[in-house]
């Protein structure tokens, strides 16, 4: 079901495309890990060091749960959030008994999808929207949540995806609803993962569940559906290795933008502007339930495989040829938390334990593994020449880059890590479980 309450067009002088989509702006923060969604940050230096004591500047209190990253516009920064409603016991029993076993089993009764705009000067809420609601939703994994794919922001207009429950777009400065579509389907098994990003008029995101796997674009204008393209790789018969939670990257190729679109065993690229796939790359037998977001350079793409037997890849699609794997690596990948490309040298952190890997981009060689420890789902970041490697017991780690580890400083805020960090006007933005998190040295917060 679609309804449009109205809609504009806008002119957006900001968006350019370099090799992936970016927003023009070092101040804006418009999609999960930010501009070109490669986990780097532009602009002042950020803080070193941290903890609920030190470096603060503000703390705002999150309703609901959800583990999508803030995206930031100017002195708005938007999350989405789940309002999560427990069913009584009696329709507990009722669904135990008409449960077939097709389905994995809810215990909600409900589930609000809302969206949170909070200022970035004060930390103050100002807008807290209901997009859409739904009884008895599909089940979620206590690693996942209902609101974990992160929004896509441009001026004027936040994008806010929920997998198979749903999207929505709102005026933010009016905080108006101008459409939402709810016709897209799939049986996701764990909850939603996979982020949209916007390409020209395209609201792009993958919809790989166990029963149905494929790629859809929205018009952004209208929330109208502009193509549907279903996964044509031949996958396990097991439905459950069929599902993927994947965000896709668009990039440039001789001329060409495509997009970037890791699923269940197969890497596929496709025409971002008509969904026709332009080729596709069998990486595995058993690549499946990726959640990572891959980073793109030299030449190629970087991809975790995934659960079971995770592998991380290079893969080269550049230079004429046919796109083909470089090189694997296979010791401490992680299958959640996305690498980070620095120049020449690859990061990733495994999710258990906590061993940050770093690889020589071009031939895979290790240059060290170094164990952090701690479970790992947010992703890396590069800002002020450090990396930052947050874990979910609410610790992050300051890293150098570089061939050589250097451990600058762990910091500890109350709460899990679950989303990514943010960067703007210098500032770090961490989202906690409970919170939301304005980080600067205190010189800045001085002023």
């Given at each position: 079901?679609?309804?449009?309450?109205?809609?504009?067009?806008?002119?957006?002088?900001?968006?350019?495309l370099v090799g992936v989509l970016r927003l023009q702006g070092s101040g804006e923060w418009?999609?999960?890990?930010?501009?070109?969604?490669?986990?780097?940050?532009?602009?002042?230096?950020?803080?070193?060091?941290w903890g609920e004591n030190l470096n603060v500047t503000w703390k705002a209190p999150i309703p609901g749960r959800g583990w999508s990253s803030p995206v930031i516009d100017g002195d708005q920064i938007w999350?989405?959030?789940?309002?999560?409603?427990?069913?009584?016991?009696?329709?507990?029993?009722?669904?135990?008994?008409?449960n077939t076993g097709d389905q994995p089993l809810t215990l909600l009764e409900k589930v609000e999808y809302r969206a949170i705009c909070v200022d970035a000067r004060s930390g103050r809420i100002t807008h807290d929207i209901l997009l859409l609601s739904e009884r008895e939703p599909q089940w979620a994994h206590t690693l996942n949540s209902y609101a974990s794919p992160t929004p896509v922001i441009e001026p004027g207009r936040l994008y806010a995806h929920f997998g198979a429950s749903g999207t929505a777009c709102l005026d933010t400065r009016t905080g108006q609803i101008l459409w939402t579509n709810t016709s897209l389907h799939i049986l996701h098994e764990n909850g939603p993962g996979a982020s949209p990003i916007v390409w020209g008029d395209r609201l792009i995101f993958q919809m790989d569940g166990s029963d149905l796997q494929y790629v859809a674009a929205l018009d952004k204008h209208t929330g109208t559906l502009?193509?549907?393209?279903?996964?044509?790789?031949?996958?396990?018969?097991?439905?459950?290795?069929?599902?993927?939670?994947?965000?896709?990257i668009v990039v440039r190729v001789n001329g060409q933008e495509q997009l970037f679109s890791p699923g269940a065993d197969w890497l596929y690229s496709y025409d971002p502007a008509s969904g026709r796939e332009l080729w596709r790359l069998k990486y595995g037998n058993l690549g499946f339930s990726l959640a990572a977001r891959p980073v793109t350079g030299h030449g190629m793409i970087?991809?975790?495989?995934?659960?079971?037997?995770?592998?991380?890849?290079?893969i080269r699609y550049d230079g004429g040829k046919d796109p083909e794997i470089v090189w694997r690596y296979t010791k401490g990948v992680p299958t959640m938390?996305?690498?980070?490309?620095?120049?020449?040298?690859?990061?990733?952190?495994?999710?258990?334990?906590?061993?940050?890997?770093?690889?020589?981009?071009?031939?895979?060689?290790?240059?060290?593994?170094?164990?952090?420890?701690?479970?790992?789902?947010?992703?890396?970041?590069?800002a002020d020449g450090k990396i930052h490697v947050p874990s979910r017991d609410g610790?992050?780690?300051v890293i150098g880059s570089g061939k050589?580890?250097?451990?600058?400083?762990?910091?500890?805020?109350?709460?899990?890590?679950?989303?990514?960090?943010?960067?703007?006007?210098?500032?770090?933005?961490?989202?906690?479980?409970?919170a939301l998190y304005r980080l600067e040295e205190r010189s800045k917060n001085a002023q």
């Amino acid at each position: 079901m679609i309804s449009i309450a109205k809609w504009e067009v806008i002119l957006l002088s900001g968006l350019f495309l370099v090799g992936v989509l970016r927003l023009q702006g070092s101040g804006e923060w418009p999609e999960w890990r930010g501009p070109g969604g490669q986990g780097h940050a532009q602009g002042d230096p950020l803080p070193t060091r941290w903890g609920e004591n030190l470096n603060v500047t503000w703390k705002a209190p999150i309703p609901g749960r959800g583990w999508s990253s803030p995206v930031i516009d100017g002195d708005q920064i938007w999350l989405t959030t789940a309002i999560e409603t427990k069913a009584n016991p009696d329709d507990v029993a009722r669904r135990l008994k008409a449960n077939t076993g097709d389905q994995p089993l809810t215990l909600l009764e409900k589930v609000e999808y809302r969206a949170i705009c909070v200022d970035a000067r004060s930390g103050r809420i100002t807008h807290d929207i209901l997009l859409l609601s739904e009884r008895e939703p599909q089940w979620a994994h206590t690693l996942n949540s209902y609101a974990s794919p992160t929004p896509v922001i441009e001026p004027g207009r936040l994008y806010a995806h929920f997998g198979a429950s749903g999207t929505a777009c709102l005026d933010t400065r009016t905080g108006q609803i101008l459409w939402t579509n709810t016709s897209l389907h799939i049986l996701h098994e764990n909850g939603p993962g996979a982020s949209p990003i916007v390409w020209g008029d395209r609201l792009i995101f993958q919809m790989d569940g166990s029963d149905l796997q494929y790629v859809a674009a929205l018009d952004k204008h209208t929330g109208t559906l502009a193509w549907k393209t279903d996964r044509t790789g031949t996958m396990n018969s097991n439905p459950q290795l069929k599902k993927s939670y994947a965000t896709p990257i668009v990039v440039r190729v001789n001329g060409q933008e495509q997009l970037f679109s890791p699923g269940a065993d197969w890497l596929y690229s496709y025409d971002p502007a008509s969904g026709r796939e332009l080729w596709r790359l069998k990486y595995g037998n058993l690549g499946f339930s990726l959640a990572a977001r891959p980073v793109t350079g030299h030449g190629m793409i970087y991809l975790s495989t995934g659960f079971m037997r995770p592998e991380m890849l290079a893969i080269r699609y550049d230079g004429g040829k046919d796109p083909e794997i470089v090189w694997r690596y296979t010791k401490g990948v992680p299958t959640m938390a996305s690498p980070l490309l620095v120049g020449n040298e690859l990061y990733f952190v495994s999710d258990s334990g906590g061993m940050l890997t770093c690889l020589d981009a071009h031939t895979g060689a290790e240059h060290y593994r170094e164990r952090l420890g701690g479970e790992h789902n947010a992703s890396l970041l590069y800002a002020d020449g450090k990396i930052h490697v947050p874990s979910r017991d609410g610790v992050t780690a300051v890293i150098g880059s570089g061939k050589s580890f250097q451990l600058i400083a762990k910091n500890e805020l109350a709460g899990r890590i679950m989303a990514s960090e943010a960067v703007s006007h210098g500032a770090l933005f961490i989202r906690t479980d409970s919170a939301l998190y304005r980080l600067e040295e205190r010189s800045k917060n001085a002023q």
